[in-house]
């Protein structure tokens, strides 16, 4: 939705520099002049339909998350899990396709010994439980230093504590598990259990330097942040 509308006002801010350019030549004002005040006037509504898009959002966000139980869930949360040595970390989010209209939990972690990890889960539902919480399924990758890749479906589960220890309070941390199974011969099960916590704006900034994270080399970066603080606890 978001990217729709931004298309839909770039096309309306650039159409209007030439009916204006035109607007100010009948009016007696000299060709270069009329095209820097038309250019001037363009990014001005530009700007305006902007900071009009962000609120429309910011307000759509809002009603979502009042009238959808899983809307809660959405930010960016950082897991951990004692169980894993080779990725204790990765960088999870949780997000609202307003596209599609249904809600993704996907990831992604940079190992101890340089492997990747990524996985993805569109399947979500809310979670039979007296904590805030919800279930999923879908499926993760794992690509090694060597190159070789393994691809896996799993499912999972989190519940949920809140800053006022109510169920309608702001989520802060989490705990749950995730159940990783291998596809075609490659058979295999495993059981992570994990920790997580909410990341805001300013724990990003902390760790990265910036407000938000971008790529592969931020996750790399967020990484060694968090070992090196996890060693000097």
């Known amino acids: 939705m978001s990217s729709i509308l931004n298309t839909i006002f770039n096309i309306i801010s650039e159409v209007l520099v030439i009916p204006i350019f035109y607007v100010l030549i009948e009016n007696g004002i000299p060709k270069i002049i009329s095209a ?20 429309l959002i910011d307000k759509v966000t809002k009603y979502r998350k009042k009238l959808m139980y899983l809307s809660r869930f959405e930010g960016i949360w950082i897991q951990h899990s004692e169980m894993n040595k080779e990725r204790p970390y990765s960088v999870a989010r949780f997000e609202y396709d307003a596209e599609e209209r249904i809600f993704k939990y996907y990831g992604d972690a940079y190992g101890l ?4 990890a990524h996985w993805e889960s569109s399947d979500i539902s809310k979670l039979n439980d007296a904590k ?28 949920f504590t809140t800053n006022n220890m109510t169920s309608q309070g702001q989520l802060i941390t989490g705990e ?6 291998g596809l075609g011969e490659n058979i295999s099960i495993s059981k992570t259990e994990l920790e997580v916590r909410y990341c805001t704006t300013k724990d990003i900034i902390d760790y990265l330097g910036k407000d938000s994270i ?15 603080l996890s060693e000097e606890a």
């Open 36 to 55: 820097i005040i038309a250019i001037i006037l363009s990014l001005a509504v530009h700007v305006l339909f902007k900071s009009i898009n962000e609120k």
């Open 113 to 116: 010994d340089n492997s990747k």
């Open 132 to 159: 805030p919480g919800f279930k999923y399924s879908g499926t993760a990758s794992i690509t090694h230093s060597n190159g070789e890749c393994n691809s896996y479906k799993n499912y999972g589960w989190l519940t």
């Open 176 to 181: 749950g598990s995730v159940i990783d199974y």
């Open 214 to 228: 971008n790529s592969m080399d931020d996750i790399k970066e967020l990484f060694k942040n968090l070992c090196a």
